[in-house]
């Protein structure tokens, strides 16, 4: 397909990025699936859910410390910096991710909608008081006011998403009349019904990603290749 100009983009009224996994793997951060995929490794169920949480709490956040560790450092690639620069020449693009690694704000977008939560804020599992915590390991595994054990403030396997991010996202996907998905297999919900919302409303729908996912079929286009070289090379004039 084409690539898109500033001139092209404005044809768009909406247009929104959904991000996953794979905007970050040329980052070094780890994908979940796939080659070297974080769940071939561990089991979520003994490190990302609350019921593991609840039996063995050191375990759980020893597993967070190791994951902040490796994303800490890790800095936004070209693919980053091209969707900051779109943001500048259109007056609404939104970025929904996937992502908890923070790498999109670091970058410099400022229309960011963490699906997930993020590793670098913590939630008092007693209290409920979140805090951010941004370092290579925690701060404190224990909250400052009621000395309770901390839990990364992310979405766990079971987890519900918080209702007021879900609003939110909803009206913005319903509202948009171009979607990229970028780096994401679609498997997990409800963020993978996004691709449905935003083509039953009209929109162009289009998936960068290096691998056909189950999801391919439902897209207008799909761009085969790393985030890091399809977005400057799509948005070429834009900048
Ligand atoms: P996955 O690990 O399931 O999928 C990553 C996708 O990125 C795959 O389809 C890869 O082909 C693609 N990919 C790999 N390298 C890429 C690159 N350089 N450029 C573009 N794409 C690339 O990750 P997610 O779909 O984000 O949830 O996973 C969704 C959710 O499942 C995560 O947010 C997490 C996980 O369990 C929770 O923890 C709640």
Redesign the pocket.
């Known amino acids: 397909m084409h690539g898109f100009s500033e001139n092209t983009l404005k044809e768009y009224k909406n247009i929104v990025f959904f991000?996953?996994?794979?905007?970050s793997?040329?980052s070094g951060v780890p994908?979940?699936?796939?080659m070297g995929?974080?769940?071939h490794q561990y089991n979520?169920e003994e490190y990302?859910c609350q019921q593991a949480f609840d039996s063995t709490p050191e375990k759980v956040l020893e597993f967070h410390d190791l994951r902040r560790q490796k994303i800490f450092g890790c800095k936004p690639h070209a693919?980053h910096y091209t969707l900051v620069e779109i943001e500048k020449q259109h007056s609404s693009v939104s970025i929904i991710t996937?992502?908890?690694d923070g790498l999109h704000q670091l970058s410099g977008s400022s229309n960011v909608t963490e699906?997930?939560g993020s590793i670098w804020r913590v939630c008092c599992d007693f209290c409920q008081d979140i805090s951010l915590d941004y370092g290579a390991i925690y701060a404190s595994k224990v909250c400052y006011k009621c000395n309770r054990w901390v839990r990364p403030d992310?979405?766990?396997?079971g987890?519900r998403l918080s209702t007021e991010v879900l609003r939110k996202v909803d009206n913005i996907v319903k509202k948009c009349d171009l979607f990229f998905s970028?780096?994401?297999?679609?498997?997990?919900y409800p963020?993978a019904g996004y691709l449905y919302l935003a083509r039953s409303n009209g929109a162009k729908c289009i998936e960068?990603?290096?691998?056909p996912?189950d999801s391919s079929p439902l897209f207008h286009h799909c761009i085969r290749?790393?985030?890091?070289v399809?977005l400057p090379g799509l948005f070429q004039s834009v900048d």
Not at 154 to 157: E, G, K, L, P, Y
Not at 208 to 211: A, C, G, Q, S
């Open positions: 991000t996953g996994a794979g905007m793997a040329e994908t979940y699936r796939g995929g974080i769940w979520w990302a693919g996937q992502n908890i699906l997930h992310i979405v766990w396997f987890d970028i780096g994401t297999s679609g498997v997990v963020a960068i990603n290096p691998e996912t290749g790393d985030a890091s399809i």
